[in-house]
C-alpha cells in the first residue's frame, strides 16, 4: 500500500495554505475596508500625492 506518506504530505501542505489564507483574511479585516473601498482610498491617495507634486513642480510665477 502506497500513498500513505503523499496523503499525509498533501494533508499538510492544504493546511498551511488554510493558515496563509486565514492570515491574509484577518489582515484585510483589521483595515475594515473592502476591497473596493480600498481601492477608492488608495486613488484618492495617489492624486493627492500627483497634485502636490505639480504644485512642487510648478514654476512659481508672480502676482503683479
Known amino acids: ?7 499525509d504530505l498533501a494533508r499538510m ?3 498551511k495554505k488554510q493558515q496563509e489564507m486565514q492570515k491574509k483574511k484577518t489582515a484585510s479585516e ?7 473601498e480600498r481601492k ?3 486613488a484618492e491617495l495617489m ?3 500627483q ?3 505639480e504644485e512642487q ?3 512659481k510665477q ?3
Do not use: F
Open 1 to 7: 500500500m502506497t500513498g500513505g506518506n503523499q496523503r
Open 13 to 15: 501542505k492544504n493546511q
Open 30 to 36: 483589521k483595515t475594515g475596508l473592502s476591497l473596493s
Open 40 to 42: 477608492h482610498r488608495d
Open 47 to 49: 492624486r493627492e500625492k
Open 51 to 53: 497634485r502636490r507634486k
Open 57 to 59: 513642480q510648478a514654476p
Open 62 to 64: 508672480p502676482v503683479n
